[in-house]
């Protein structure tokens, strides 16, 4: 039972009449990354910030560390350490004061000292009396992450934490989040970055609202029962158009120079691509679908219903 | 170099235009002043206020302070609020009730049919020498023509059938910075409180901080409370730095007390963060807090009786100005500094203050809580 640091179930959240969050259910294990994915407003932030007690759910019921996410708020959001979307410190502060304020809000004690280690371990303690607000992106970043576990939480929710951050902070970010995985911290993380996804214990594919997939990325990718086969030719923008009229290919996506067509009905897309292959020379090579035909695959489910 | 592009021209017209139309409250701005103002200056503000409420102390009553008295009221300057003996007529004065007080002198009738010009004594409520000046010289040239008609000698005389003696209390002098000082620091209050807190709030949401603040364990009273305050101790600084300077360099008198004063002082303030405070939790960015607070400052400065005679007004401008806490806190610094009136005589414009500021704060915890979530 403890070992499940976010159990929650049947979470709904409205502003006015948009339906936000539709039947939240979620579970995370204590010590796993677990990746939250989904299209921009699909109710990720919203879900977040129910979880660490910033919003109210309007229904619904479970628990966050043990602690009632409905009625003891209060006590989740010390234990939780939450990193916003934007960069949410205080421009105007130095450094070393927007870490001190957070150990202030938190009621610390030791307060000096916490704060002089996450200086020494971001390596800016040279630059303390800098303003925040002068720090290039990805230092920002680091910052804010620092600032999130300085009250030693044990579940840490970071909203899209490596957006308009340049590939190596994102990779030494990402390695950080594994050290502290390692170190028994629970973190759940939304992202956009499939290779981020794929760092990721186990995910969960929200889209609308609605959940849709859960599961380890192979798992999540199992569950959309999708055949692939990677095509391989000269104008493959022009073939794209062609596939997409062709019996049984469900999608076709632009992977690099070549193209991922899929399908649930395996043998007609089969035939569809033998005639395809004589016709015109190109290369076809059966593939095990990647994550992002999985997410693909799920976006559309997701949006049929809406346009029919 | 481009050439002027009329097309190009057109769409930047275009997309300020569709902007300014999503932008109520700019919109709002932009038509709601110039009628305000108009309305205002065209029909409220009047520098030369008539109907003054004036009380008759009639020690000797007679048909000729009789005839004065209705004179008065015919100079259109007078309305007579009614005979009072000397006691209340001073009292009446310090609680601002009453702008003149005629006072006949006992033995004014026998005087006046005998040629010894009587004493007619009138005390003028001068802590604003601009609300008092017109009717003051209206006096002046009323002595003669109400008694021309009945005692036909008096023309001929060679002193003035009555002995015209003005007292402008609070303020003999007629100095206007004893009015304006005191003013000042209500004014400068308005200004700064509603608009630091106004800005402070806004920003933290503008810039997307105030989430973080709200995901720490901080209660959202912790952090209006913890926002407040600084302004408080910024608003006491003001009003002694303004103090100072009414003391050291226009020589104001300070004739109560300034604990008294301090307090009074602390009232307005709250009600001032009260109305800050609601403000940003409506407005949307730090711009539209702007403009709220320059909403309510326009009328606080034109309708409180800081820059016109608050009974130079019409009746709706006196009952919008009696809404705005600026309009009572006038009149209760006035009262402290040049009338020296003690606890007692404050309660008239306490309430006021008071129920200005619950009604705002109704307001404001509404609006907060429907914000937070």
Known sequence: MSSLAIDVAGINKRFGDKHVVRDLTLQVRQGEIYGFLGPNGSGKTTSI????????????????????????????????????????????????ENLDFVARMFGMRGRREAVNQALDELGLSGRRQQLAGTLSGGWKQ???????????????????????????????????????????????????YMDEAERCHRLAYIAYGSLLATGTASEVVAGCRLHTWEISGEDIHHLAERLRGMPGADQVATFGATLHVSGQDRTRLQDSLRTLAEDTGVGVVAVTPSLEDAFIHLMRQAEDPLAA | MEAFSLSRWIGILRKEFIQLKRDRLTFGMIVGIPIIQLMLFGFAINSDPKHLPT???????????????????????????????????????????????????????????????????????????????????????????????DLPGLQRRPTPPVDLRIHRRY????????????????????????????????????????????????????????????????????????????????????????????????????ANLTLGITFSSIAQNQLQA????????????????????????????????????LTHFLLLVRGILLKGNGIGMLWDQVWPILAFMLVVLGVGLKTFRRTLD
């Open chain 2, 171 to 270: 303020n003999p002098e007629g100095i206007t910075a004893y009015n304006v000082v005191p003013g000042l620091l209500g004014v400068i209050l308005t200004m700064t409180m509603v608009l630091m807190t106004g800005l402070a709030m806004t920003r933290e949401r503008e810039r997307g901080t105030f989430e973080n603040l709200l995901a720490t364990p901080a209660t959202p009273l912790e952090v209006m409370t913890g926002k407040i305050v600084p302004y408080i101790l910024i608003g006491l600084l003001q009003v002694t730095l303004v103090l100072l300077a009414a003391r050291w360099l226009f020589d104001v008198p300070m004739h109560g007390s300034l604990p008294l004063l301090y307090a009074v002082v602390l009232l307005f303030i709250c």
């Open chain 1, 49 to 96: 910030r129910m979880l660490c007690g910033l919003l109210r759910p309007d229904s619904g019921r479970g628990t966050c560390l043990g602690l009632d996410v409905l009625r003891e708020s209060a006590a989740i959001k010390r234990q939780v350490g939450y990193m916003t979307q934007k960069f949410s410190l205080w421009d105007d502060l130095t450094i070393a």
């Open chain 1, 142 to 192: 680091r910052l804010a992450l620092a600032a999130c576990l300085l009250h030693q939480p044990r579940l840490l929710l970071l909203d899209e934490p490596t957006a308009g951050v340049d590939p190596k902070a994102r990779r030494d970010f990402w390695e950080e989040i594994h050290r502290l995985s390692a170190a028994g911290i629970t973190i759940l993380v939304s992202t956009h």
């Open chain 2, 290 to 325: 702007m403009q709220m607070t320059f909403f309510f400052f326009l009328p606080s400065m034109l309708l409180s009786g800081f820059m016109f005679p608050f009974r130079g007004m019409p009746e709706w401008a006196q009952v919008v100005g009696n809404i705005l806490p």
């Open chain 2, 55 to 149: 009380a008759v102390v009639m020690a000797d009553p007679g048909p000729y302070a009789r005839a004065y008295v209705a004179a008065m009221a015919n100079s259109d300057y007078f309305r007579i609020v009614g005979q009072v003996d000397e006691k209340q007529a001073d009292e009446l004065l310090d609680r601002s009730q009453v702008q003149f007080v005629v006072t006949f002198a006992p033995g004014f009738h026998r005087d006046l049919l005998r040629g010894r010009s009587p004493t007619l004594l009138v005390e003028a409520d001068a802590t604003d020498p601009m609300a008092t000046g017109g009717a003051i010289s209206v006096l002046r040239s009323l002595g003669v023509e109400v008694f021309a008609a």
